[in-house]
């Protein structure tokens, strides 16, 4: 069930799409909100047993190897998110609805939304650390999309790319910070994790660890000083910013704060790290924040500065700091949520959001005025509403921490205060700016009491501001006990909810506050030139300057490596694979193994020094061509010399067949392909080559040597010779491991030769070079087709035809088999063309080799379901034996239709690829395909 | 015989990357082949050099050369070939796109074809 909450929202993304397509606004709006509506309606069904203090959770593994399950669980902190997201989702939606205009794609806008909604309540009821950082991802990547929803803007782009940029970049540290927790506690399982707190903080990886998953944190959560991301996010629409900038996706950093509160907290990194962040964002965002002219900026820093209030609250570790934080996550969602709303209104219905214009917009709005006024004085502590409440709670906390004394300082709670007078200067500046201060000036049009659905949501915020602030035990209470409890993992010290409790120093500081910021605000004029001459630092700059000297460096990098020649790829490459060769060298060990050694005989000795010779003249005479073809053959058959000296009669036929068709292959490109007499590079350049070439085959020489003089493991060659025949029926090992044993990745090798031929055709069509030389003069049929080979040709494909059904058959006991079958019938077929008229052959051959390689690889692929059919495992061999007079005794196996496939493949691509060529031969010499 | 094996695979290796580093294609492609051979003939002695004893059952004998690294080698034989092929291919093709058949990423186009 837990599974489905998530589920619902990412799944349900689709359905806006469809409805946005076809069905206009209403539906998609209809279709969104129920899809938020089940997802809220479940976490409601399962909330009274949370309530009752069970955690619920579901297990589904998914790579349990790497420790990876989909495991959720629901307790109060899950719980509780998961009703922000949920609830504020809902009125978002509907505010959504009327906020866009009728231009904007409300289905998209709605997929992006429900995908950010899934990622967000996938990751608050995450139970494994690597699912809630890949729903973590999920936010950060859903938010980017949301933040270019204009993407026709560059302000939308660049504050989209910027977020992306900062978010992603803490992904990375949080995803390390996890692996290392994970690795510490011993399992990614928070179930388990949230237990192993005392090992967690005794390990000596804690500070690193700690390190980088606040960093995560902090970026997420757009504390200083990563927090210049957030104000540029706002070039989203509205709707975006109420719900991700103030109630959901900032919160997720705070959230994972208080997820692992109970591993990482209560040391004195902790305290530090955490607390002096939070402080630091707290008051330099308050500051910054009344020196924002737009509207949105200065909701932006506000949120900021909360959050580092929450972040400081959780940083003192106490169980009451705890509450006091949680408590306020709330409170900041629901009345930031409806600043946001109400900054939206205002916003969409004059067309501006710069507070030197807006003025005394309350005559025109005076109910949006009014709501605006209620949750900004929430906003700024006022008695009576749900954020005083909190507020008090952290004066109360930042006393007590004083007189506890310790490292806390008494400087602790004059900070707060100053903070709060801050904070109720800007609440000030909102109110009195934008709703009084005179007339508007120079507004694109005046505002009208917006269509009521765009305010509803609004008013339903704005009365939950008042509702708890007003009777807070009763309210928010129970939700606020759960979920702080699971935050610090144990049961509360007792606390009271209520908005009186006599008169006492946080009393006091609330009301210093209060005063502070409304003589703050009535000198503003003052701080305003302060602040113009000494403007808070952007990091906008910093971070574009950053990202650019990053581009530039990459593409530094990228240019001198990549400049285009292969040369330099293919010896940077060598070069390095020579590098790593010495380095494993240079670890020591013996390069002679003991394993006795045969004598050299005379024969093996010529072949070598012909293979000696004919490699050096290649090497040598590479420029000329022809002779470095023939020469390039010499190489090809004493290697085939060398695979019959050492027993591998099939390697022999097969190369032997490959050499002829390698051949053709090249004398048919030679004629498009221009000669080079000239050296073409310098001699410096020849000397390094050539230095790196030794130093490549002295290495592949030692590596070899090494090999041989040591004795080899049987085991894998004697499992094969022992099975080949009880298991596969066949004689030949080789053809046996080839059709049977291994006759997956013989499928695999099948599939390359078919890809190769059909790129081959793709690169050669449309697209043929000119020949270097034309045929130089007319000549004669007799001369071109010489009357020997073309009478010769006819029975030689007969015979040639038998010799391959031959070798095809006995393939299963004797050297052979479908791969040089297919080689030599595609030779005697090469030969006809060779021999006769290319269009003459064509017709009378009449054989579409694309079809054949394609039907060869659909056999073989048959003949493994067939087996699968059976119910044995895919490409499982059965064989019977049969008698046939002349070829004798040869098997009927199924992989004898494997074989036949492999060969039909052979056949088709080989044919493919020389026709490829030849074809182009042919149409130079007037022939149309 | 086995140091013999050694630097035979070692030259053909020498050969096959000094060709790979010439600046044109049909170097490239010699080069390729060459480097080919030396694979091969190392996956092969890999299985150790065995004389006269090929892995066909029933020929009276009770040990075999290796059949592993020969099944292996006889795919990359072919797979080899496809290489070769494709390689050719695209130099025809990049001969045709560009004028040229250099690979040292300097933009330089050949003379025109003889009439």
Redesign the interface.
Known sequence: MLLFIALIPLLGALLPLWAGGRRGRDVSVWTTAAVTAASLALLLWLSPVVFDGVVLQANWPWLPQLGLNFTFRLDGLALLFGLLITGIGLLVILYARYYLAERDDLGRFYALLLLFMGAMLGMVLADNLLLLLLFWELTSLSSFLLIGYWHSRADARQGARMALTVTAAGGLALLAGFLLLGHIAGSFELSTVLAAGETVKNHPGYPVMLMLILLGAFTKSAQFPFHFWLPHAMAAPTPVSAYLHSATMVKAGVFLLARLFPVLADTDLWFYLVGGTGLITLLFAAYAALFQHDLKGLLAYSTISHLGLITLLLGLSTPLAVVAGVFHIINHAVFKASLFMAAGIIDHETGCRDMRKLNGLFKYIPWTATLAMTAAAAMAGVPLLNGFLSKEMFFAQTVYQAAAGGEVHWLLPLLATVAGIFSVAYSARFIHDVFFNGEPINLPRLPHEPPPYLRAPVEVLVAICLLVGIAPAYTVGPLLAIAATSVVGGPLPPYSLAIWHGFNLPLLMSSLALIGGALMYWQRRRLFRLGDRYPPPDGKALFERGLNLGIAATRRLTEGLENGSLQRYLALLIGVALVAGVAGAWQGGELTGDQPLPPVDLLSLLAALLLVLTTGLTMLWHRQRLTAIILLGGVGLIVVLAFIRFSSPDLALTQLTVEVVTTVLLLLALRYLPSDALPESMPSRRLRDAGLAILAGIGVAALTWGGLTRPLQPELAEYFLATSLPGGGGANVVNVILVDFRGFDTLGEATVLVIAALGITALLTGGFPLPIRSSPRVVSIEERWPLLLRMGARPLLALTLLLAAYIFLRGHHLPGGGFIAGLMTALALATQYLAGDFRWTTAQLNLDYQRLMGGGLALIGFTGLVSALFGYPFLTSAFTHAHLPIFGDFEIASAMAFDLGVYLVVVGAVMRILLELGQANAEENGWKP | ??????????????????????????????GL??LS??V???L???????????????SGQTD?????P??L???A??????????L??????T???T?S??????ETT??A??P
């Open positions: 015989m086995e140091a013999l094996i050694a630097g035979v695979i070692g030259l053909l290796t020498t050969a096959g990357v000094y060709l790979l580093l010439r600046g044109h294609t049909f170097s490239v492609a010699l082949a060459l051979y030396a091969n003939l190392f092969l002695a890999m299985g150790r050099l065995t004389l006269n004893r090929p892995p066909i059952l029933g075999y050369a290796d059949p592993v020969q099944a080698v006889l795919t034989i072919v797979i080899g070939f496809a290489m070769t092929a494709f050719i291919a695209l130099a025809l093709r001969r045709y796109e004028g058949d250099q690979v040292d990423g300097v050949d003379p074809p003889d």
